[in-house]
Every structure is written in structure tokens, then in C-alpha cells.
């Protein structure tokens, strides 16, 4: 079974129409590794996206350098799954 | 410990593909006069499509699709289309709305419409969101069955690449699990309603996807829109967005409600369900019965509407 620990996602938010372009250049850099949970079409809906713990690091770079805001809306993706997990389980005890 | 009875089954957790299949079982045995089970197809790694048929009588009446699950990472669609089942057999003969509805049209519920990725999510990865039908020449596995429908198909707002999370599909209808919705619509020939089912982002959604051209039913779509989550909002306030595809959420090529539309069934829509991001896919079983309650509302409001407006 495939565990995410340590992938965050990232809620990032253009303030123009560039800074949306440069989002969505961000679809073919391949090497990011990113799943997109939700894309945006204007700079009023936020871009969440996945991503993986090894590319967390090059993907901030990334956006710091071209000054595009984002918040972390996850933490740690795995966190949350085993909580999720748990849960089933414990009703399936029951 | 499988429930005896649909009364007793738990909608209020997440629930593993068998448990949706014997969900489907019970409440057909229990409800044998408006309920029946049709198998539409088999998915790729031949899982039957099942297709709950709520009927009280006629043949080929006019009527409305709900579909859930078409993207299988978006458990709280499942599980809502669960709810939605029982709330249907509960209700009918005693809310005077549906009452009405079902007595002039059929309804038709595809709860799990993406069974081979479901059964992924549960057992592999938990992110999976498209089909399972391996890419010849990629080591990347699945189609998005939401860019694989023939409407602006291979356009921008989708992807070519295989290992994308938007892959479009060698061609149009390649899916077995999008064919197989494609060729029952046909068949049946009396669709006037089509509401397929995704989350999150808290919208609801029509045509198009893959063009900026408004539809020609603009204005009384967007209208019944607007009152269908004003009466989604009336329970717990929850917040939605509306409007067409490409302008309120983004461009997507080889949509769902894109096909349905120009097959002639006016009332297309798309729903994002909760939330709008703090939990996002994971979405935690106590806000399964809520979602699935303020969603009924505006499923109300759309199966009234398309009721009262026959064409």
C-alpha cells in the first residue's frame, strides 16, 4: 500500500494573471511529481497541489523565487490517512 | 459483520467496494417494487457497472442520472450516493415531492461509476483518482474518465501524457466505465436530467468545460443553479460557488456534462462537494451524513425543476 508521509499540500495563490501562468507551467515540470487536488481558473480559486516529500524542497525553491504565495493545508498527507484508516477499523470492530 | 438490513447499515462511515455492492443487493431485495440493479458494463479489470434503477412503473419514462464516484479518491461522492439511495426508497410515498417526481419519471443512481479505482484507493493508494486500464507504451497506469467523454475531446484542458492526472485517453470513449454510460444514455434515449457527482471545492457547476461559449439554456441553468445551493446552504450554511465549468473552476476538455449536454439533456451538472480545502479528499466520515443532507437539497431542487419543466 503506497504511504505519503511527509507529502504536504500546498494551497498557492496567484495574485495575476502571470503568477497563474507560472502555476500552471508547474503541470509539466514532470520532476516535481505533483498531483494537482484542485486547479484554478482565475486568480480567485486557489491552486492546491500535492506534493511528495522529496520535491518539497526544489517546489518551495521554486516558488519563493518567483515570490508566489502559498500556505501548507496539509501537513503530513500520511497523518491524516492513518487517522482516516483508524477510524474504519475501529468501526469494523466494533 | 455485514448490516442485516439497509436500516442498519452505517452511512455515516466509509464503506469498501464489496460493502457497496451488498449495500446495492439489500436494498433491491428489500424494496423489490421501485428498486431494481442493471448491469450497464464491466470496468476494465471487469467489475460489473451496476446501476440502481428507482422506478414506479412505464417504460422508458422521461428521466434523471445521478452518477458518484467517477473519480474514485472522492470517498464523500460514495458514500453520499449511498445515502442517497436509501433516502430515496425512505421517502417515497411520503415526501409529496419526490412522491411526484418518481411518479412520472425514473431515477438512475451509479454509485461506485469507477470501481477498479475504488477498490485501488482502499487496497494501494489512497490518491488514486482515474481508471486502472494500463497505457500501452507508459509505464503510467489510467485514464481520467472525466477528460475521456467525446465533447471538445483532445482540447485544451486536458492532458496527453499518460502519466498525467488529467490523461484524456487514446480517443474518445476508450473507457469501458465511460462507454458503458455512453451507450446506456443512448439506449435509453429519455435522459432529461444528468448530475454527476465529484468533490471538493463546494460548486456546482454546467456547461461547457472546453469552450467559452455560453449554452444556449445559459440563463435559466445558472438560475436554477443559484437556487439549488441557496437551498443546499439553508441547512448547515455551507458556502457554494456556481456557474459554468470553464468559468468558475478551470478549462477541462472531454467532460462529462459537456457530452450530456450536447446529447440534448438540458439539465447537466456537475457537483463539487465538500469542502473547500482543510480536509480536501480526506474528508472525515462525520461530515459524510451532512454532505449527503444539504446535497439532497439541491438534488431536490434540480429533479423538481426538471420535473415541472418537461421538454
Known amino acids: 500500500k503506497e504511504t505519503f508521509d511527509g507529502h504536504q499540500v500546498l494551497r498557492i495563490k496567484a495574485k495575476d494573471d502571470v503568477q497563474l501562468s507560472l502555476i500552471k507551467a508547474m503541470e509539466d515540470m514532470v520532476e516535481f511529481e505533483l498531483d494537482f487536488w484542485m486547479e484554478g481558473s482565475d486568480v480567485s480559486t486557489p491552486v492546491d497541489v500535492r506534493v511528495p516529500v522529496h520535491t518539497l524542497q526544489p517546489v518551495k525553491r521554486y516558488l519563493d523565487s518567483r515570490n508566489l504565495q502559498y500556505s501548507i493545508m496539509i501537513e503530513d498527507l500520511q497523518v491524516m490517512l492513518d487517522e482516516e484508516q483508524e477510524e474504519m477499523d475501529s468501526v469494523a470492530r466494533d | ?311
Open chain 2, 1 to 311: 459483520a455485514e448490516p442485516r438490513s439497509t436500516d442498519a447499515f452505517d452511512y455515516g462511515r466509509y464503506h469498501t467496494l464489496n460493502e457497496i455492492y451488498s449495500f446495492q443487493d439489500m436494498l433491491v431485495a428489500e424494496n423489490p417494487n421501485l428498486v431494481s440493479k442493471m448491469v450497464i458494463g464491466q470496468s476494465y479489470q471487469g467489475r460489473p457497472l451496476n446501476v440502481l434503477k428507482f422506478s414506479t412503473g412505464g417504460t422508458k419514462r422521461p428521466a434523471i442520472w445521478i452518477d458518484t464516484g467517477i473519480h474514485s479518491r472522492e470517498w464523500v461522492t460514495q458514500a453520499s450516493g449511498t445515502w442517497f439511495a436509501k433516502k430515496i426508497v425512505s421517502d417515497y410515498g411520503r415526501d409529496p415531492a419526490l412522491t411526484a417526481i418518481l411518479n412520472r419519471m425514473d431515477i438512475f443512481l451509479e454509485i461506485v461509476t469507477n470501481p477498479d479505482g475504488y477498490y485501488y484507493t482502499h487496497n494501494s493508494n489512497r490518491m488514486w483518482r482515474k481508471t486502472r486500464k494500463p497505457n500501452p507504451g507508459s509505464n503510467c497506469v489510467g485514464v481520467d474518465p472525466n477528460r475521456n467523454w467525446d465533447a471538445g475531446f483532445g482540447g485544451a484542458g486536458a492532458s496527453g501524457n499518460p502519466c498525467s492526472e488529467t490523461y484524456r485517453g487514446p480517443r474518445a470513449h476508450s473507457e469501458s466505465e465511460v462507454k458503458s454510460i455512453v451507450d446506456f444514455v443512448k439506449s435509453h434515449g429519455n435522459m432529461k436530467a444528468f448530475i454527476s457527482i465529484h468533490s471538493y471545492s463546494q460548486m456546482l457547476l454546467y456547461p461547457y468545460g472546453y469552450t467559452r461559449t455560453p449554452v444556449k439554456d445559459q440563463t435559466e441553468l445558472h438560475n436554477l443553479a443559484k437556487k439549488a445551493i441557496t437551498d443546499l446552504a439553508s441547512l448547515y450554511g455551507t458556502r457554494y460557488r456556481y456557474g459554468s465549468i470553464i468559468n468558475t473552476i478551470y478549462q477541462a476538455s472531454g467532460g462529462t456534462i459537456d457530452w450530456t449536454y450536447n446529447q440534448g439533456i438540458k439539465y447537466s451538472y456537475t457537483f463539487e462537494l465538500r469542502d473547500t480545502g482543510r480536509y480536501g479528499f480526506i474528508l472525515p466520515a462525520n461530515q459524510i451524513i451532512p454532505t449527503a443532507k444539504e446535497t439532497w437539497l439541491a438534488l431536490m431542487a434540480l429533479m423538481t425543476h426538471t420535473n415541472n419543466n418537461p421538454y
